[in-house]
């Protein structure tokens, strides 16, 4: 198993993402780079991958013209008309879609917090629309962001790891050695077992 590296080590955006960060040590590693440490975990992690390829995202504060919600077409940048995902823009892309009731996707607020963070003024509803039909890359959602959970999920459903108390600090106790390593940040039964001597002080005396 593979030791997580210091991130200046690091040659590549690829090498990158091999390792699961916590977005505290995203925040510190944007702001020892000098780019915007501001955001969720998805932002943070398109600050860095940008910052591989040779871009350095700011923060940018720059004003908008606001738009009439009665003038709002097809072309209107969303920086330009206070949008948000209200009740309001949800019949609209009803009215856009014939879908009822509209629900926004996971893509479509990635896309969203990317427009925001690089106050992207030329992206329009109609690109948005694009998102949420699956014809754009604009932004996808990093599901990275909920492996955490879906690994003390599978953790705590393993009937044989009964045995551990308390299972929640035997799950994070497991997730550490594979957060800082280059395997898939996936539970299995394997880990439980490569992993004994971690786990065993977790092991309630009657499982012995």
């Known amino acids: 198993m593979t030791e997580r590296p210091a991130f200046e080590e690091l040659s590549s955006y690829k090498e990158f993402q091999k390792y699961y960060w916590y977005r505290a040590e995203l925040v510190e590693i944007c702001k020892s780079i000098g780019v915007d440490h501001t955001g969720v975990k998805t932002e943070l992690n398109h600050n860095i991958a940008e910052y591989f390829k040779g871009h350095r995202i700011k923060k940018v504060s720059r004003s908008v013209s606001s738009v009439s919600s009665d003038t709002i077409t097809l072309d209107t940048p969303l920086l330009g008309c206070k949008f948000s995902f209200n009740a309001k823009f949800r019949v609209y892309f009803s009215s856009l879609t014939g879908i009822v009731p509209f629900k926004f996707t996971a893509n479509m607020a990635t896309a969203w917090r990317r427009v925001k963070a690089v106050q992207d003024t030329a992206f329009t509803i109609r690109d948005l629309l694009k998102v949420y039909e699956g014809d754009s890359s604009y ?57 004994m001597e971690i786990l065993e002080k977790f092991a309630s005396s009657k499982s012995i």
């Open 139 to 195: 932004a996808t959602y990093d599901a990275s962001a909920c492996e955490w959970n879906q690994f003390l999920k599978d953790f705590c459903a393993d009937e044989g790891n009964d045995r551990f108390k308390p299972k929640l600090q035997a799950a994070a106790a497991l997730w550490n050695i594979i957060r800082a390593s280059d395997q898939p940040k996936i539970y299995s039964p394997a880990l439980v077992q490569e992993n």
